[in-house]
């Protein structure tokens, strides 16, 4: 069984758990979210695409509700030992499985959380979980109560993050090695990617973000490869990760004649990234880290040209998104705490010129301010 925690330490977080859901009046919480499954018990698919409900009660007792070809990923993956399936069929509602299940545990009448702000739960299975359990259960949104027990990292994750932030800086160089005048984009990814799973790595939440010239302005994966031209921009934002475990880079790389625009851009990013890290120490706020980063990319003229967030909580992560709770954006109110592990991104995406500049970075939160984990500097590339 690849149980990559303790199983002390899978236990000490279900108790944890448990002491907030305690805390917020709950008999039990219903789990939608496969990063709040792996987190609790280890376990690992993607197969939370369709239904499946992991169940942990107050009491301590949990079992997982899935579909027949997850039956043996569990049991390889988790520390799960009731496992029920529900049996796929035209018009079979697998919220009448759950409910009998439910029944089985004495929490029928309880006052349970349920983490409806999940990728694992439709909004037609969400309409058919609160139909179902009408007037059996008392359902509450508790999205973010594993959510916030996650975003402080044990020693044990930072282990891994700390590899996954070295598979990252290995995909930078295989990166620098190949990007060039002329080089398709198809190769650098394959380089990259092919970086991370010869360190041991694994596929990311989402894909590795790439474009050159107009795509260099894009943030976002789209499909369609470009050769790099003779004098270009290429964006690259990308992770290395290590058990689910994120840690992210991103960098625009010049290529050929370098534009005065860029070196401005690059300015720009790099005095943004280091009032940033100036700011994040335990007890600060996130809120108080993108106001950082707003006034000194405003001060320097380019407030139309910048994002409205600069960046994220990073950890075990799944499709569709590498991006965790919470997020740096104005005003978050969330105090920043030892371990957490967060991605800072200076962004600047100018369509008027089009010409855009970027560099991200993933960090640790430590006594005395932050940890960065990337080898990699932060200063203009040229290729």
């Given at each position: 069984?690849?149980?990559?925690?303790?199983?002390?330490?899978?236990?000490?977080?279900?108790?944890?758990?448990?002491?907030?859901?305690?805390?917020?009046?709950?008999?039990?919480?219903?789990?939608?979210?496969?990063?709040?499954?792996?987190?609790?018990?280890?376990?690992?698919?993607?197969?939370?695409?369709?239904?499946?409900?992991?169940?942990?009660?107050?009491?301590?007792?949990?079992?997982?509700?899935?579909?027949?070809?997850?039956?043996?990923?569990?049991?390889?993956?988790?520390?799960?030992?009731?496992?029920?399936?529900?049996?796929?069929?035209?018009?079979?509602?697998?919220?009448?499985?759950?409910?009998?299940?439910?029944?089985?545990?004495?929490?029928?009448?309880?006052?349970?959380?349920?983490?409806?702000?999940?990728?694992?739960?439709?909004?037609?299975?969400?309409?058919?979980?609160?139909?179902?359990?009408?007037?059996?259960?008392?359902?509450?949104?508790?999205?973010?109560?594993?959510?916030?027990?996650?975003?402080?990292?044990?020693?044990?994750?930072?282990?891994?993050?700390?590899?996954a932030a070295e598979l990252a800086d290995d995909a930078m160089d295989a990166a620098m090695e190949t990007a060039g005048p002329g080089v398709f984009e198809g190769d650098i990814l394959a380089a990259m990617q092919g970086a991370v799973f010869r360190g041991g790595g694994d596929y990311?939440?989402?894909?590795?973000?790439?474009?050159?010239?107009?795509?260099?302005?894009?943030?976002?994966?789209?499909?369609?490869?470009?050769?790099?031209?003779?004098?270009?921009?290429?964006?690259?934002?990308?992770?290395?990760?290590?058990?689910?475990?994120?840690?992210?880079?991103?960098?625009?790389?010049?290529?050929?004649?370098?534009?005065?625009?860029?070196?401005?851009?690059?300015?720009?990013?790099?005095?943004?990234?280091?009032?940033?890290?100036?700011?994040?120490?335990?007890?600060?706020?996130?809120?108080?880290?993108?106001?950082?980063?707003?006034?000194?990319?405003?001060?320097?003229?380019?407030?139309?040209?910048?994002?409205?967030?600069?960046?994220?909580?990073?950890?075990?992560?799944?499709?569709?998104?590498?991006?965790?709770?919470?997020?740096?954006?104005?005003?978050?109110?969330?105090?920043?705490?030892?371990?957490?592990?967060?991605?800072?991104?200076?962004?600047?995406?100018?369509?008027?010129?089009?010409?855009?500049?970027?560099?991200?970075?993933?960090?640790?939160?430590?006594?005395?301010?932050?940890?960065?984990?990337?080898?990699?500097?932060?200063?203009?590339?040229?290729?």
């Open positions: 069984m690849p149980l990559h925690f303790s199983k002390a330490e899978l236990s000490q977080r279900r108790n944890a758990a448990i002491t907030k859901m305690q805390n917020a009046g709950l008999d039990g919480l219903l789990m939608f979210k496969q990063e709040s499954m792996y987190y609790l018990t280890g376990y690992d698919t993607f197969g939370f695409c369709f239904f499946q409900c992991l169940y942990l009660g107050a009491d301590g007792r949990y079992f997982l509700l899935t579909r027949s070809p997850d039956l043996r990923q569990a049991q390889h993956t988790s520390d799960i030992e009731d496992i029920r399936i529900w049996v796929d069929g035209e018009g079979v509602n697998p919220v009448d499985s759950l409910t009998e299940i439910l029944s089985q545990y004495g929490a029928i009448g309880a006052h349970l959380g349920c983490e409806y702000n999940a990728y694992g739960l439709s909004a037609a299975y969400g309409k058919l979980l609160d139909e179902g359990l009408m007037g059996r259960c008392h359902l509450v949104d508790a999205s973010t109560l594993v959510s916030e027990l996650r975003v402080v990292k044990s020693d044990a994750e930072v282990a891994y993050v700390t590899r990311p939440a989402n894909e590795f973000i790439i474009g050159s010239g107009a795509g260099a302005l894009l943030c976002r994966y789209f499909t369609g490869r470009e050769t790099i031209g003779l004098n270009d921009q290429l964006t690259l934002e990308y992770a290395g990760v290590y058990r689910r475990y994120h840690a992210a880079l991103m960098q625009t790389f010049l290529i050929g004649q370098v534009h005065p625009e860029h070196v401005a851009l690059h300015d720009a990013c790099s005095e943004a990234m280091s009032a940033c890290i100036e700011v994040i120490k335990p007890g600060n706020t996130m809120g108080g880290v993108f106001a950082a980063h707003a006034r000194t990319l405003d001060q320097h003229g380019y407030h139309s040209h910048r994002l409205n967030a600069c960046g994220y909580s990073l950890g075990a992560m799944y499709t569709p998104m590498w991006m965790d709770y919470p997020m740096f954006y104005e005003n978050n109110p969330y105090e920043m705490r030892v371990n957490n592990i967060f991605f800072l991104h200076m962004v600047l995406m100018n369509s008027e010129t089009n010409r855009s500049m970027t560099i991200g970075q993933t960090v640790r939160v430590v006594e005395n301010g932050v940890e960065c984990l990337s080898r990699q500097p932060m200063s203009l590339i040229q290729l």
